[in-house]
């Protein structure tokens, strides 16, 4: 019996449940004082509750029934239907709550919301696993809830909880430090990847070069956001101020030339050792065969060697990338922009929506970049080689 548990939708399933006792939304007097937590019942109503108890209970028994894809596939459908009737419940009781509130009354989403939505992906997660080999189904289960959230949020269904009032306050705002925090991770990465891999090709070439190489990415790698940040801050200040060209450019202390030099230099590391790993992996056999039949040094390379290594440096790139998703925030102490500047905005004031209105897409662009780095990744990958993995 203990064999056919999955252990990860028990664990989804336990923390759905444990979700119910925590607030889930929170009544504040106005967007910067704390309030007052209201669980589920004292919000929506013993109605609702019971409805999500039901469904949480039901997920709880299918994590016990075993592997079956029919039990697979309920269980996510049943996580899709929790994730849709909870963003339903947010917007609906919200907008019920702020009715009979004072004028400048907020309502927050609580930690028992948060818990709910990392439950019930955790679900999701549960269920893709093990449809694997039907497509349809994993994408149905994937998507749907989602779809569902943006068709909501497009047509303003959350536009009464505090996190959409503080954005729409800042629509124009966010959409220019939405780009330039695009612009902060993308560039950097891009300049990386180019010297990264050709560092990391040098590095599998000469044994001379490859110590020297990983010993200073390494050490690099070591020196905290905020210090390399301050480093570079007067270094690129007294450049600026003796090659004025070099502002003029957009090069000075302060602004996102530095945090773009700083992410460049982190996304080094991943790249610079999947491109060695890589190349040093390909089997010399397949080489020689290359060689034997009459291929040059860059003949082989290009066809064997490149087609390859592709996937793993990929997977170093994807690191790489989602690193200065996150990483990028720190743009924002320098003047930099991005959306790190709604999280500092909202630090400093003391209003923790402001705080989400940065940190949230901050998570979605990580997913989205891991997403299209996984898919680039399949597509790099030889068909013969996916083949023997299938």
């Not at 299918?62 to 039990?71: E, I, Q, V």
């Not at 956001?225 to 202390?253: C, F, K, N, T, V």
């Not at 500092?344 to 929506?353: H, K, L, P, T, V």
């Not at 680039?376 to 080689?385: C, E, F, H, S, Y």
């Amino acid at each position: 019996m203990a064999a056919r548990r999955d252990s990860v939708a028990i664990t989804g399933s336990v923390l759905g449940l444990a979700s119910l006792l925590f607030a889930w939304l929170t009544l504040k007097p106005n967007r910067l004082l704390s309030g007052t937590g209201l669980e589920l019942w004292n919000s929506a109503g013993w109605d609702d509750t019971v409805i999500i108890l039901v469904l949480w209970s039901v997920c709880l028994g299918l994590s016990f029934a075993g592997n079956k894809r029919l039990h697979a596939f309920v269980l996510g459908v049943l996580a899709n239907v929790i994730l849709i009737y909870t963003f339903v419940l947010a917007g609906h009781t919200a907008g019920n709550l702020l009715q009979t509130a004072p004028q400048f009354a907020r309502i927050s989403l609580g930690a028992g919301f948060w818990l709910t939505i990392a439950a019930a992906y955790i679900l999701i997660h549960a269920s893709r696993r093990r449809l694997q080999d039907v497509r349809i189904w994993q994408g149905f289960i994937t998507w749907s809830a989602l779809i569902a959230f943006v068709v909501m949020l497009l047509a303003g269904c959350f536009d009464d909880l505090a996190i959409m009032q503080e954005y729409n306050a800042r629509s124009d705002r966010f959409e220019q430090e939405f780009f330039q925090h695009i612009r902060l991770f993308v560039q950097p990465v891009a300049i990386g990847t180019i010297i990264g891999v050709l560092l990391g090709i040098w590095a599998a070439r000469s044994r001379i070069a490859e110590h020297p190489i990983f010993f200073t990415t390494n050490i690099v790698q070591t020196i905290p956001g905020l210090a390399l940040l301050g480093l570079l801050l007067p270094i690129l200040s007294a450049l600026a101020d003796d090659y004025p060209i070099l502002e003029d450019w957009g090069i000075r202390g302060v602004g996102p030339a530095p945090a773009i030099i700083a992410l460049t230099i982190y996304s080094l590391l991943p790249i610079v050792r999947n491109t060695f790993v890589a190349l040093r992996q390909v089997d010399p056999a397949v080489i020689n065969a290359g060689v034997g039949m009459g291929m040059s040094r860059f003949q082989v390379f290009y066809s064997i060697e490149v087609p390859l290594s592709a996937p793993l440096v990929l997977e170093g790139i994807r690191i790489a990338a989602i690193v200065a998703v996150g990483l990028a925030i720190l743009a924002a102490l320098i003047g930099g922009g991005g959306l790190g500047f709604f999280v500092m905005e909202g630090f400093n004031q003391g209003a923790s929506d402001l705080i989400l209105v940065g940190a949230i897409p901050i998570v979605v662009l990580a997913f989205v970049v891991d997403a299209a780095m996984r898919l680039a990744g399949r597509l790099a990958t030889p068909k013969g080689i996916a083949a023997g993995e299938s």
